[in-house]
């Protein structure tokens, strides 16, 4: 998965289930022992590795982090401007989030900090499964692209991947879990 976004393709993880289940301590984990770090950590960790030990290859990554939560976009790195986001088509017919920052990132700390600052801007609350309940979805996603550096080769290649990292809030019925 983290290879092929490395290599230019795009792909998405999804932790799906019920409230209480483990889908964000899956997605998340704890920082405390290494060993307990969700995917997202160890995505990180596998892409800045696979960076690297890569000859002949020059990266750019970037990431975001985004909350849909009553129907709502928002950028959970940019709450200075707490509108709401919306959905955009570009002439390819490719949709995108509009405003949804990007920041640069050269470092799996860089990566973490990013996520931890995201993390702690979500919606959450409690359920009657779930006294800390993550309400809403969130999609962290980190963009790779990659320039080869063919000295003799008259064009360079340049390549993007994507990687969508998705924790869904609780699949129950809303009558199950009381809320409103």
Known sequence: MEQGVIEGYNATV?????????????????????AQNGIIPRVFEHIFESMSVSDGTKYLCSAS??????????????????????????????VYVAQLSRHLVHSVHDC????ETGWANRSVGATLMNADSSRSHSIFTISVEMMSLNHGAKEQTIRQGKLNLVDLAGSERQTKTGTP
Do not use: C, W
């Open 14 to 34: 999804f932790a799906y289930g019920q409230t209480g289940s483990g889908k964000s301590f899956t997605m998340q984990g704890v920082t405390s022992p290494p």
């Open 65 to 94: 982090y985004l909350e849909i939560y009553n129907e709502e976009l928002r950028d959970l790195l940019n709450l200075e401007g707490k509108h709401k986001l919306e959905l955009k088509e570009n002439a390819d017919k490719v």
């Open 112 to 115: 973490k900090k990013l996520m």
